[in-house]
């Protein structure tokens, strides 16, 4: 007869970005019996690291556990974002159920049916909570249809497709069982109560042999290098000598120094744990992802954890522009790479390869978003660095070069379908449905090759102007596209000296296309100050100053006024970047520049370049 931990339940809250998954955990922490009446909750309070913050979006996992009528419920907050996908897949192994958080306007999105599909592989069982009921926009009853449409077209079992739904309006901290906005009440108890009826409690075989997986890595000064995973069988103490399973079939055996287990906010010392606990490990320093601990005399490693292979590639190298060494604190080859190195120690996702060059590295993740936090992350903590322009990762898949696609879903005004269904159709795009949603709004969904995305946003966001929404997701590999597909469709403005920008000589540029440096900004030959209105590079004098005469006339000398220039950000600035040229990445700047910053060598080399063709 199999028995039950009736004690605890173990939850993953999902949804697509911002449908306010980390808002809805912090109103649990708030209404349950979990933090001392004193402790004062700060807004989405699981979004710890400053790039989460700034930006509002959940990078990493990360795990809570409330109190709630005696029982423990562990909560693990995921990430939206399909770039952080890789931590998703990892703790669908850790729970027995799922929080599907849906937006009640904005309904089922790329990134739903992603995070959806990965629960949906893993058998859990699925609660769905119908979020932001007050927006006078809500559309409850239709984004539980495409809820269940979604579940049925994902593959759902007939448990998985009995969902109890929830209304709730977590910023107010209101939820209820009715779909009607006035019938909200001020509690969350109606999504505790469903966790404690719906969500399975973990299976006690805390007296066979233990069995403790990695799902999640951590990393701390003082203990090193943290696993956190689950307890799927027997018990673990501080003190016990175990034997760690190896992702190479290779075995090692160490003492447990320490266990952490979770509640609220904090990471609490234990003990002990056993079958169905969620808790962190110490004492071994390279412990990895997927690996097993188990009782020395009865190793039964658990099957390896899968992980979605990195999909876009970028050379990442030192930084030897003529303004190098100004502005970082860490500048050498041999610091950039240990940085990256610490970056694989849990980032599991990440993959660092040498090239024949000592100063550069081949750096591959799973989007464009991925790889822009990693380089403000380094940035922010005193690094600099150069990247070179994004590129696919292709694959040979039975003898066939593929290359991956992604599935665009794009909410937009009627006026705008016409030039957005163009642009994707350039870019070698597939339109797999068009819904109107109302009031002049139009839902287009493609799939698209990853590379064709690669500098689209900013193109949609001018088309749109600024009224589109663009979501996307990795969905497959498919066989390759044998034709260039997208790319910068105008040129650069290339300084052809070094100095301070002038306002006198960006007057005078700005009719050739937009400039994208302030009066005053330092250049250096070969660095990129503008777009050219055509699509091919020109050499600019920015650094022209006007001649002094003592010849004045009356209305000659007015006051020189420009256009404000647009200064990128960092992930503008990847989209913008040709094939010939990099990104210099500094603490206090962002500068693109051509690989070969001198013009008359840049020109010999594309001639040869032409003649290689």
């Known amino acids: 007869m199999t028995v039950y931990r009736n004690d605890i339940r173990n939850v993953a809250i999902i949804a697509h970005v911002d449908h306010g998954k980390t808002t809805v955990v912090d109103e649990l922490l708030k209404q349950s019996e979990t933090l001392d009446s004193h402790v004062k909750l700060q807004e989405r309070a699981m979004d710890s690291n400053a790039l989460e913050k700034e930006r509002g979006i959940t990078i990493l996992a990360k795990n809570t556990a409330v109190s709630y009528k005696g029982t423990r419920i562990n909560i693990m907050d995921t990430p939206g974002h399909a770039d952080f996908g890789g931590e998703v897949e990892r703790i669908m192994k850790m729970v027995d159920g799922v929080v599907l958080v849906v937006d009640a306007y904005e309904g089922t ?138 992702l190479d079939g290779s075995t090692k055996n160490f003492r447990v120094t320490k266990l952490f287990g979770f509640f609220g906010l904090q990471r609490l010392e234990i003990e002990e744990a056993k079958a169905g606990d969620l808790i962190a490990i110490s004492g071994m320093e390279d412990i990895f992802v997927g690996e097993t601990v188990t009782p020395t ?32 604190k860490w500048v050498t080859a041999r610091k950039v790479e240990e940085r990256l190195e610490a970056e694989l120690q849990t980032d599991v996702s990440l993959r660092v390869d040498p090239t024949n060059s000592p100063d550069r590295w081949r750096v591959s993740g799973r989007g464009e978003l991925h790889l822009a936090i990693l380089i403000e992350t380094m940035r922010r903590e005193g ?82 102007r600024g009224y589109g929404i663009m979501n996307h997701t990795f969905d497959k590999y498919l066989p390759a596209i044998p034709t260039k597909i997208g790319g910068r469709l105008h040129g650069a403005l290339v300084s052809m000296d070094t100095g301070k920008a002038t306002t006198y000589a960006i007057m005078s540029i700005e009719e050739r296309g937009m400039v994208f440096v302030n009066p005053g900004t330092e250049v250096y030959e070969g660095m990129i100050v503008g777009e050219n209105a055509r699509d091919n590079d020109l050499t600019v004098n920015i650094t022209r100053a006007k001649q002094m005469t003592n010849v004045r006339s009356a209305t000659k000398d007015q006051t020189a006024v420009i256009k404000r220039p647009k200064v990128l950000t960092l992930e503008e600035s990847l989209e913008f970047m040709a094939n010939d040229e990099y990104l210099e990445v500094t603490p206090k700047s962002i500068r693109l520049r051509k690989q070969i910053l001198n013009k008359n060598e840049r020109e010999r080399a594309q001639k040869r370049a032409k003649k290689a063709e």
């Not at 049916?113 to 893993?122: D, H, N, P, S, Y």
């Not at 069995?211 to 290098?225: A, E, I, M, P, T």
């Not at 290359?403 to 937009?412: N, S």
């Not at 070698?428 to 287009?444: A, C, H, P, V, Y």
């Open 109 to 246: 999105m790329p990134q739903t049916r992603f995070v959806l599909k990965k629960a949906l592989e893993q058998h859990l069982i699925p609660i769905v909570v119908v979020n932001k009921i007050d927006k006078p926009s809500a559309r409850p009853k239709e984004v539980v249809d495409e809820v269940l449409e979604l579940f049925i077209e994902l593959g759902a079992d007939d448990d998985q497709l009995d969902f109890p739904v929830i209304y709730a309006s977590a910023i107010n901290g209101t939820s209820s069982m009715s779909d009607d906005p006035s019938e909200q009440e001020h509690t969350m108890n109606p999504v505790f109560d469903t966790i404690l009826e719906h969500i399975p409690a973990p299976v006690d075989n805390s007296e066979k042999p233990l069995q403790f997986q990695v799902s999640l890595l951590d990393y701390n000064d003082y203990v090193g290098r943290i696993g956190i995973g689950r307890v799927f069988r027997g018990k673990i103490k501080v003190g016990d000598s175990v034997t760690l399973s190896k």
């Open 297 to 328: 005399d009865a190793i039964e490693p658990l099957p390896i954890l899968h992980i979605d292979e990195p999909t876009l590639q970028m050379t990442f190298l030192v930084n030897n522009s003529p303004f190098a060494g100004r502005e970082g």
């Open 383 to 464: 690094y600099e660095l150069q990247v070179s322009r994004p590129e696919v990762i292709e694959r040979e898949i039975d003898g066939i070069k593929s290359e991956p696609f992604e599935r665009v879903q794009i909410d937009t005004p009627e006026e705008y379908q016409g030039s957005i269904i163009q642009a994707l159709s350039e870019r070698k795009g597939e339109m797999l449905d068009m819904i109107s949603t109302g009031n002049g709004q139009m839902r287009l969904i493609f799939s698209v090759p990853a590379r064709g995305l690669i500098g689209f946003s900013t193109e949609f966001l001018s088309m749109t």
